[in-house]
Each structure stands twice: as C-alpha cells, then as structure tokens.
C-alpha cells in the first residue's frame, strides 16, 4: 500500500467496513428504533406526574429521529443520516440534562452519548462532542449553571458525575483509536492480499490470472464497440543457458530489467504481466497491428540495450517477440495462439526479432 493510499485510508474510516463491524447507517437505525419507543415510554411517565412541557419535547425529539430515519429510507444519504443523529440526540442530551427530567436521573443517559458518538462519526468529530459536553457539564454544575437552571444535583452527585463521565469519555476515545489501527492494519493487509493476489512476486508485473481477467474484459469490449486490441507475447532468448553459466539470482536479475524496460516502453493503459517463467504478456488496448509492432521493436530495441551484472561483467539479453492482433469473432484463446505461433516463428528466424501473426513469415531486427 502507498503512503498516499494509508493516508486516505487513514483520513475517513468511517467509509470502510471490516466484516463482522456493523454499518453505521443500521446502527442508527437499531438506535432509533430503541429510541423512538423508550421516550415516547418516558413521555407518558411525565405526563402522569403532571408535568406539562416534558412530554411534549420528547415526543417531540422522538418525532425528530423517527423522521430522521424516513429521510435515509428515502434518500439512502448516510451523511444527512448520521449529522441528523448526532444534531437530535445532542439536543436531547442537553435538554435532559438542563430539564433534571426524571427526578434529576435522567442526566445519567449522558453515559451513551461518548460511545455511540464516536463510532458513528470520525474520531475529530467524538473529541470535540465530548469534550464540549463534558465543559457544558461543568458549566451546568458550577454556580453559573445554578443561578439559570437551579439545578437539584448535589456536591457529591456532581463530582462523581463529572469524574466518572471524563473517564468513560478518555476510554472511549483510547477504545476508539485501537479500533481504527486495528481497522487501518486489517485494510492494509487485506490490500497487500489482493496485490500479492494479481501480481507477480518478482517482477510486480500483472500475473497470469489477473491479466486473463483483463483480457477478458477488453474481449466484452472489444465484441460491444468493435475496438480492436493488440497482444505482445514475449520470451527471453536462451534464458537457461544464463541460469546455468550465471546462476538463477543472475536470470532473476534479467527478469526483472525486462520487466523495468516494459514499464517503460509501454503506455499506463496497458496491461504488463509475466506469463510464466521468462515470458510476458503484454496487452495493448485499442491497437492496431502496426502500432502494436511498433511497440514490440521499440521493446525489444530497449532491452537488448541494457544489462545485468554478474559478479562485475556485464550480461546482455534479448527478446523475441510475437504479436497478434483480434479479428472478427475469434476467442481470447485464439488469439493468443495466434501470438504463440507468432513468437515461435521470432524464434525459428534467428531471434531478438518480432514477427506479427498476420505477417508470419516477416520478421523485423
């Protein structure tokens, strides 16, 4: 994984999910559907003491969050989704805590605030919430808070709420961050598997597998749009005799510079693989024949330019190379026997030479 993909990684987890983690729009959702209930419940106790404006502000805030989930059933937007959340529960919060609703125990329901906030929401957002909860706590048991609310918690009610609401709110967040690298670690691995997945070890080149499914993909195109593609299929010349006068770290020092010098020569478009042992496969997307031979020499031309080094001497290779271009209906087998019978005809004209399967008796040095 690149540093740039760790940091968007890194930058909004909330837009990833492991499996067994649930998504945050059904854990809103599972809140709202406990929510809704549980103060219409409470509304009714209200109203049965007598109390007139309780009531009416939670069935009010129940309203609120039920409309909140109609909205995401409709729009499906998880963003209006869980700003809505956050907004209607914070309010509810401070108002219970305000109102000393419930003979002054309601206040407790602040403890479900912390967690629910910081899971649904980047860890910033939780920080800043529960810090600004936790000042307007302190706010509403200080002095000031008396002489506008008169509020009825004591002294020791109030030094325990606040000392114990700080130490769920400092584990929250400690609990919160393990999470997200142990979120971040399992993204990252997961990534490295589908890399190791399509590419191959040595080279970093695409593997057989994952360019099948790219050929296959420019195949549907190709059978859509009428737009034609191109194969390179390509071997080092006389590889074994490398590994066996140079030794096989000498043929895998090759395999990587020709792997190098297709990087180079090819376009971001196309699809670089080793086929298998001293082979590759290149696929070109949207090339005709003659553009597609004109890369193959400009490949082979690079390589049998550069070298590797053996122990202080300079080793040399080259590449024979065959290519084919899709025609009419053919399959992707075909094709790319076609490339084969191609490559084997570079071979029989002497090497370091490209043939085209349209033209199998031509060869180019």
Same mark, same amino acid.
């Given at each position: 994984?690149?540093?740039?993909?760790?940091?968007?990684?890194?930058?909004?987890?909330?837009?990833?999910?492991?499996?067994?983690?649930?998504?945050?729009?059904?854990?809103?959702?599972?809140?709202? =559907? +406990? *929510?809704?209930? !549980?103060?219409? /419940?409470?509304?009714?106790?209200?109203? #049965? @003491?007598?109390?007139?404006?309780?009531?009416?502000?939670?069935?009010?805030?129940?309203?609120? =969050? +039920? *409309?909140?989930? !109609?909205?995401? /059933?409709?729009?499906?937007?998880?963003? #209006? @989704?869980?700003?809505?959340?956050?907004?209607?529960?914070?309010?509810?919060?401070?108002?219970?805590?305000?109102?000393?609703?419930?003979?002054?125990?309601?206040?407790?329901?602040?403890?479900?605030?912390?967690?629910?906030?910081?899971?649904?929401?980047?860890?910033?957002?939780?920080?800043?919430?529960?810090?600004?909860?936790?000042?307007?706590?302190?706010?509403?048991?200080?002095?000031?808070?008396?002489?506008?609310?008169?509020?009825?918690?004591?002294?020791?009610?109030?030094?325990?709420?606040?000392?114990?609401?700080?130490?769920?709110?400092?584990?929250?967040?400690?609990?919160?961050?393990?999470?997200?690298?142990?979120?971040?670690?399992?993204?990252?691995?997961?990534?490295?598997?589908?890399?190791?997945?399509?590419?191959?070890?040595?080279?970093?080149?695409?593997?057989?597998?994952?360019?099948?499914?790219?050929?296959?993909?420019?195949?549907?195109?190709?059978?859509?749009?009428?737009?034609?593609?191109?194969?390179?299929?390509?071997?080092?010349?006389?590889?074994?005799?490398?590994?066996?006068?140079?030794?096989?770290?000498?043929?895998?020092?090759?395999?990587?510079?020709?792997?190098?010098?297709?990087?180079?020569?090819?376009?971001?478009?196309?699809?670089?693989?080793?086929?298998?042992?001293?082979?590759?496969?290149?696929?070109?997307?949207?090339?005709?024949?003659?553009?597609?031979?004109?890369?193959?020499?400009?490949?082979?031309?690079?390589?049998?330019?550069?070298?590797?080094?053996?122990?202080?001497?300079?080793?040399?290779?080259?590449?024979?190379?065959?290519?084919?271009?899709?025609?009419?209906?053919?399959?992707?087998?075909?094709?790319?026997?076609?490339?084969?019978?191609?490559?084997?005809?570079?071979?029989?004209?002497?090497?370091?030479?490209?043939?085209?399967?349209?033209?199998?008796?031509?060869?180019?040095?």
């Amino acid at each position: 994984m690149t540093p740039e993909t760790t940091k968007q990684f890194g930058a909004d987890l909330s837009q990833f999910r492991v499996r067994g983690e649930i998504p945050v729009p059904t854990l809103i959702g599972w809140l709202t =559907l +406990a *929510a809704v209930p !549980l103060l219409a /419940l409470f509304a009714y106790r209200s109203f #049965l @003491q007598g109390d007139s404006t309780t009531p009416t502000l939670l069935v009010v805030f129940a309203g609120l =969050l +039920a *409309a909140n989930g !109609l909205v995401y /059933l409709v729009t499906t937007h998880t963003t #209006l @989704q869980r700003r809505g959340f956050i907004a209607i529960t914070t309010a509810l919060f401070v108002y219970l805590a305000v109102s000393a609703a419930e003979d002054g125990s309601a206040i407790i329901w602040l403890f479900a605030y912390p967690p629910i906030i910081f899971y649904i929401s980047q860890s910033k957002i939780g920080v800043i919430a529960c810090g600004g909860g936790l000042a307007a706590v302190a706010l509403l048991f200080s002095p000031i808070g008396d002489l506008i609310f008169d509020s009825p918690y004591t002294t020791s009610f109030r030094l325990t709420m606040l000392a114990v609401l700080a130490f769920e709110m400092s584990t929250c967040y400690v609990l919160d961050q393990s999470r997200r690298r142990s979120k971040l670690s399992l993204l990252r691995l997961a990534n490295e598997f589908e890399y190791a997945a399509k590419h191959d070890a040595l080279t970093g080149l695409a593997n057989r597998r994952e360019l099948m499914a790219q050929l296959e993909h420019e195949y549907q195109r190709y059978l859509r749009n009428a737009r034609s593609f191109s194969v390179l299929l390509m071997d080092i010349d006389l590889f074994k005799s490398v590994n066996d006068n140079y030794g096989h770290h000498v043929g895998d020092d090759i395999i990587v510079m020709v792997a190098s010098t297709l990087r180079e020569q090819c376009r971001k478009v196309d699809t670089l693989s080793r086929w298998g042992g001293e082979e590759y496969l290149v696929l070109l997307p949207e090339t005709g024949t003659k553009e597609a031979v004109q890369t193959a020499n400009r490949v082979r031309e690079a390589v049998a330019s550069q070298s590797a080094d053996a122990e202080g001497q300079k080793i040399t290779a080259t590449v024979s190379i065959g290519v084919a271009t899709i025609t009419g209906s053919e399959s992707v087998d075909r094709l790319l026997q076609r490339a084969d019978e191609a490559l084997y005809q570079a071979k029989t004209l002497g090497r370091n030479t490209v043939c085209s399967s349209e033209e199998p008796g031509k060869g180019s040095e």
